[in-house]
């Protein structure tokens, strides 16, 4: 493996074009924060099939609009090269350009919509970053989530692009919570890797794993344990069981998990637990957030990974340095 990605390393140096795409395959990658053009190859093959299989190809090709204009974008701003070369000024924008074209109807301009919501992801995420530093948290996908809200919100008000959202303006039932056999279980954690990216696919959720792994098989063990977590915790305390088989209660923790164990802490049995009782309390602020955002029907994105990784973060220094 070191040995391809020497000799596509050396492909780059002699290519500009060459270097672009790895840059935006990194941009990919660092959805699920793994800096390496082929893992992030992996996860665009599994964005292809989770969205040609769901007979819904203009969501990958959003993604790949999003990821391309954004990197230009990013270009043109004169944004941190190190930061560029690694892919961090694109998977928010690989977020946004998945998320409008799942949630908004297909046309000509909708593709005007998603080129405006991948350059704004790069002036919010230097933004947030910018924001973070005193209190030294990234900005995690908290430009997509910024960004994907107020231009779903806004395309209530422009008929152009104007569609049903996913959840309806609503206060959420409590539903009933029907038994998960263990194949029901095995659909919900691989569904909860998949819907990372917007997809309920079992084979992108294994594309996924695979991907994880090429780069980092410690954040391919994370993601499925904090799947397997989150889907237990979910149905333990009864939440509607649609949403957990579909696995919409998973894909924030899973982010958590990665994020925690194996990204922002040096990994260890310590780490672990913190981890996992970030996850869990992901799957908390998941319910909470449904429940928040139910009246004004927008989707709760990757708000709850945002929001709990933040706040598990915050207090980085002082574990680390056993003060306070």
């Known amino acids: 493996m070191d040995s391809v990605l020497k000799a596509w390393g050396r492909l780059t140096n002699r290519s500009p074009v060459l270097a672009f795409v790895d840059w935006c395959l990194r941009g990919i990658g660092q959805v699920m924060f793994q800096d390496n053009p082929l893992t992030g190859a992996i996860f665009l093959a599994a964005i292809a099939w989770g969205s040609i299989a769901a007979g819904a190809p203009a969501v990958l090709i959003g993604g790949v609009v999003a990821v391309v204009a954004a990197t230009l974008a990013a270009l043109w701003l004169r944004v941190d090269g190190a930061a560029l070369r690694s892919g ?19 046309g000509r ?74 194949i ?64 919409l209660f998973g894909f924030s923790p899973v982010l958590t998990a990665v994020a925690l164990g194996t990204v922002f802490y040096r990994p260890s049995g310590r780490v672990a637990l913190y981890a996992l009782v970030g996850t869990l309390f992901t799957v908390v602020a998941q319910a909470a957030t449904n429940a928040a955002l139910a009246p004004i029907g927008i ?25 306070g």
Do not use: C
Request: aromatic share 12%.
């Open 299 to 323: 989707p709760s994105l990757t708000a709850p990974f945002v929001l709990t990784t933040w706040l598990f973060l915050l207090p980085r220094q002082s574990f680390e340095t056993g003060k």
């Open 184 to 247: 029901a279980f095995l659909g919900a954690v691989l569904k909860s890797i998949s819907q990372v990216f917007l997809k309920a696919s079992f084979v992108a959720a294994i594309l996924f794993v695979i991907g994880l792994a090429v780069n980092s098989v410690a954040a391919a063990l994370f993601a499925v344990a904090g799947a397997i977590v989150a889907v237990a915790f979910a149905h333990l305390f009864g939440a509607e069981s649609e949403l957990v088989t579909g696995g």
């Open 88 to 106: 961090l000024f694109g998977y928010n924008a690989v977020l946004v350009g998945l998320a409008l074209p799942t949630f908004l109807p297909a």
């Open 109 to 182: 301009l909708l593709w005007l919509y998603v080129l405006l919501g991948a350059v704004v992801s790069v002036v919010a995420t230097r933004a947030t970053a910018e924001a973070g530093k005193p209190f030294a948290v990234a900005a995690l996908t908290f430009p997509f989530v910024l960004v994907t809200w107020l231009m779903l919100l806004a395309s209530h008000g422009f008929s152009a692009v104007s569609a049903p959202l996913a959840v309806e303006p609503a206060v959420l039932p409590i539903a009933e919570s029907n038994p998960l056999d263990a």
